[in-house]
């Protein structure tokens, strides 16, 4: 005889009829069939048993008092929450009307009563069997759904720059795991190999007391993944206890050497993440490895992005100081200039509560507020006398022809409008359009005072290099050349607040020859 299926838990039958001896026969076939049975008498109080407690299968008397089995098979069927219930329908006598009305009405099946109970025990395994896969079927589309919406949340705040492996593996344990005790579709434990560079990091995740645990495990030489994998990339593979263990990876079950007795369990296998879900409250089925598959590959994925995200970054973050090293190099006095500027607009701008994106930015693209220099005559910029008014013009054309460089690129927007706009003053008095105040964008105002702080730091041949102290009493105070009212109160607030920090960028990145003394 065929044995009943394997459930996460044990099925429960509500029987119901107004014949006690109805009762008695029902109760006997389920119990040995290892079913639990609930009983009812009458159309109501089944409704009520199904509203408030786990029923799996109902077997329904027609003829009862009050409410036939017809209108109480109509009712479950009209309830969305009770739907996916089997209802067998059962009769003392077979009849062709009594069938086609059990249909109509919704039920499964169509059995005489306490007849041959071989046949009332194979259909509802049967009915039973097919209740299971469809629950796990609904599981598995809300499973999907899930993680759909967990992977749109995902990518709408991946920030490939920010982005930890580490962290996000945790998050998708964290949508797979068991929380409690009756998430019997969830796994209990779940082990994770993750590749940092040379090495490979074990670690076992639980949820103990509401809170996930995640444990460091010494496993690192116990599972070759190149034997493992051999010739792909990746597999996924399930194992169900009591059953062969030829799909089961030999090497997986020294798992079990860790204190772990294996039930059951998916493990998707990679060369730079292991993810092993071990021990769910019933059988594993290939639509568990689907889940397990699609949450590693989605962060194995995220894991490639960034890291490709960042070689851009840094082949980026490389272009920009090349090209302002080649706007400096007919400029024999600016040293490390280019890059002090950068940090001291940074310093500027976190004070002044700008997002980190925007300090972040200004750090880099601020180096090349002179890229326009490029054009411009290098015997005018070494010359060590006082330049004529025709030179002085040339010079003030170097805000222009950084923006010409630059160009439109977004990627480049804050570098093309501090080339531009940088010796803009807030009293309207720079160049090269003569901007006043708010007009003048906040970025440009920034590197306004940081560039012209380094300037009064840095020697050149018609002056002497100043000192922290003497540099910020010209920028508050002002002299014959530098005024307060050039810089936006606001950065000069924020520079008064912050000039200590000024001075140690100043010492931690000055040009070596002249930390030597000899510059």
């Given at each position: 005889m065929e044995t009943a299926p394997h459930f996460a838990k044990t099925p429960r039958v509500l029987c119901v009829d107004d014949e006690e001896s109805a009762h008695t026969y029902l109760e006997a076939v389920m119990a040995a069939q290892g079913y639990e049975v609930v009983k009812a008498y009458n159309g109501r109080e089944t409704l009520k048993i199904l509203a408030t407690e786990r029923i799996d299968l109902v077997l329904l008397d027609i003829m009862m008092p009050d409410m036939d089995g017809y209108e109480v098979c109509r009712r479950i069927k009209a309830d969305r929450a009770l739907s996916h219930i089997p209802v067998v329908m059962l009769t003392g006598v077979m009849s062709k009307d009594a069938r086609i009305k059990s249909i109509e009405a919704g039920a499964e099946d169509f059995l005489q009563k306490m007849q041959n109970h071989e046949e009332v025990a194979a259909r509802v395994r049967m009915l039973l069997r097919v209740k299971d896969l469809n629950d796990r079927l609904a599981q598995s589309l809300e499973n999907i759904k899930d993680l759909t919406s967990y992977g749109e949340r995902v990518i709408r705040g991946f920030d490939p720059l920010r982005f930890d492996f580490l962290e996000n593996v945790d998050g998708t344990v964290r949508r797979l795991i068991r929380k409690t005790a009756d998430a019997l579709d969830k796994p209990l434990i779940i082990i994770v190999g993750v590749t940092e560079g040379p090495r490979r990091r074990w670690f076992q995740y639980e949820f103990v007391f509401g809170e996930l645990v995640r444990m460091d495990i010494p496993l690192e030489r116990d599972v070759d993944l190149a034997a493992l994998l051999g010739r792909d990339d990746s597999r996924t593979v399930f194992f169900n206890g009591g059953g062969s263990r030829d799909e089961w990876p030999r090497q997986l079950k020294r798992i079990e050497t860790i204190n772990i007795d294996i039930v059951n369990a998916v493990a998707y296998l990679s060369e730079d993440l292991c993810l092993l879900a071990v021990n769910y409250g019933r059988e594993v089925t290939p639509y568990d490895a689907l889940v397990v598959e699609n949450l590693a590959v989605q962060s194995r994925f995220l894991r490639s992005l960034a890291s490709q995200v960042k070689e851009v970054d840094e082949v980026f973050v490389y272009t920009v100081h090349a090209l302002a090293r080649a706007a400096?190099?007919?400029?024999?006095?600016?040293?490390?200039?280019?890059?002090?500027?950068?940090?001291?607009?940074?310093?500027?701008?976190?004070?002044?509560?700008?997002?980190?994106?925007?300090?972040?930015?200004?750090?880099?693209?601020?180096?090349?507020?002179d890229v326009g220099k490029i054009y411009i005559s290098p015997e005018i910029l070494r010359k060590k006398g006082k330049l004529t008014p025709d030179e002085w013009i040339e010079i003030k054309k170097h805000p222009l022809f950084g923006a010409k460089i630059i160009g439109p690129h977004p990627r480049f927007r804050m570098a093309h409008v501090i080339a531009l706009n940088h010796h803009e003053r807030?009293?309207?008095?720079?160049?090269?359009?003569?901007?006043?105040?708010?007009?003048?964008?906040?970025?440009?105002?920034?590197?306004n005072l940081a560039d012209q702080y380094d300037t009064l730091r840095i020697p050149r041949w018609h002056k002497p290099a100043l000192d922290h102290v003497t540099a910020s009493r010209i920028l508050n105070k002002g002299d014959?050349?530098?005024?307060?009212?050039?810089?936006?109160?606001?950065?000069?607030?924020?520079?008064?607040?912050?000039?200590?920090?000024?001075?140690?960028?100043?010492e931690r990145l000055k040009d070596p020859a002249r930390a030597r003394g000899t510059g």
């Open positions: 400096e190099a007919n400029d024999e006095d600016t040293g490390r200039h280019i890059i002090r500027v950068g940090e001291y607009s940074a310093v500027l701008a976190e004070r002044m509560g700008l997002d980190g994106a925007f300090v972040s930015a200004i750090r880099l693209q601020a180096t090349l507020h807030w009293d309207g008095t720079g160049y090269p359009r003569g901007l006043m105040g708010e007009a003048i964008p906040i970025e440009a105002r920034i590197v014959d050349r530098t005024s307060p009212s050039h810089f936006d109160p606001k950065v000069l607030r924020a520079f008064r607040e912050t000039a200590f920090l000024f001075e140690e960028i100043y």
